[in-house]
């Protein structure tokens, strides 16, 4: 059986604005920003006060978020930390169905490699796969691995470690400065240092959190995309009349399904982030009130270094 | 388990079945991460 799959970590080059270069991803990202600000504006626009079905379907996604965002972080903070929230989830959400899209990964130019390793395409493209890929791994780029490669025009923003990471960046870092503009920076640091040797902890379970946020998005929508690649690959392989065809309906569904779970984690997990850090004395009360009780809470930031 | 717990749940309060249920797809999903962080070092190592 000869699967014809081709797995690439990094986002690939399409072209080059000055000294930045344009990656798919980053030209996915762009046109998925610009359908939510279309989307959202029109929604917006021309608003009234009995909905009609376009505007109250937006309303819905508002108002799902929203929900979750006053249940969890009140009424006061929530109203402050909704934009942010809201970004993420639609962001991620949108550009993590974006990969569900015909035509994502396989739609896409044939680039010649310049480099010393010309080995012909086609058939060498089908044996020793993995092999291949674990050879050519030694040199720097994963990408020479054949004569030609193909670069698809479109591919999933969240498949790219750089894209999650800015975004678990700009949450951690949203989660410092509410946390500082709640108790200001001597209370952050009061606020971490409860015990004074939880501090190290504290630390490191914050840089944990980027690692973490990051890692699951991007694992899981970079997964996905391999996962759907294989099944493709797989069904085509197969050469049963229609196997090809339903076979991966099946994965699809769960990319669906995966994709939502994903951004609602993300954006709960930011949010749950932001509540703790700017939780107010009562909070920090019942702190105290719980490992008085029970030591084997102390650590309480643990979970968050766990998953 | 946490499916367990999450049935255990909604048979003592039927109510609460919705926000039980998505919970428990949250805790599921993280409770994968784990297993998506060994794929992406994995990944990770094979190519790059």
Do not use: C
Not at chain 1, 96 to 103: A, E, I, V, W, Y
Not at chain 1, 223 to 249: N, R, T
Not at chain 2, 11 to 25: D, F, K, Q, V, Y
């Amino acid at each position: 059986m000869d699967l014809d799959v081709h797995v690439e970590l990094a986002a690939e080059k399409l072209f080059s604005v000055g000294p930045i270069e344009v990656t798919n991803s980053m030209a996915t990202m762009w046109v998925i920003m610009a359908i939510i600000i279309l989307v959202f504006w029109l929604a917006a626009r021309k608003r009234q006060l009995v909905p009609g079905k376009f505007q109250s379907s937006v309303e819905m996604i508002v108002g799902f978020v929203a929900n979750l965002v006053y249940g969890t972080a009140g009424r006061k903070l929530g109203q402050k930390v909704l934009p942010l929230i809201l970004g993420l989830f639609v962001f991620i959400w949108i550009a993590n169905l974006s990969g569900l899209l015909p035509g994502v990964g396989s739609i896409g130019y044939y680039h010649e490699e310049s480099h010393a390793e010309e080995v012909v395409a086609g058939d060498a493209a089908d044996h020793d796969e993995e092999a291949d890929s674990a050879v050519v791994a030694t040199d720097d780029h994963a990408e020479e691995e054949h004569g030609k490669v193909l670069v698809p025009f479109i591919r999933p923003p969240n498949a790219d470690l750089n894209m999650t990471l800015a975004m678990a960046l700009i949450a951690v870092g949203a989660v410092q400065v509410f946390g500082i503009r709640a108790h200001g920076v001597g209370g952050r640091i009061k606020h971490m240092a409860d015990p004074p040797f939880i501090f190290p902890i504290e630390v490191i379970g914050e840089v944990s959190r980027v690692v973490s946020l990051s890692a699951r998005l991007f694992g899981n929508v970079f997964a996905g995309e391999v996962l759907l690649a294989v099944m493709f690959a797989l069904g085509a392989a197969l050469k049963i009349a229609l196997l090809p065809v339903v076979f991966p309906v099946i994965f699809l569904f769960l990319e669906l399904m995966f994709g939502t779970i994903q951004a609602l984690v993300f954006s709960l997990l930011t949010l749950i982030y932001l509540t703790l850090a700017s939780a107010h004395a009562h909070g920090s009360e019942h702190h105290d009130e719980a490992h008085e009780h029970d030591p084997a809470r102390q650590p309480a930031p643990a979970p968050a270094v766990g998953d | 388990m946490a499916v367990k717990g999450a049935m255990d749940a909604i048979g003592r309060n039927p109510e609460a079945a919705g926000e039980i249920r998505s919970t428990m797809i949250i805790g599921a999903a993280l409770a994968e991460a784990v297993a998506i962080y060994a794929f992406v070092i994995a990944i990770i190592i094979l190519f790059v």
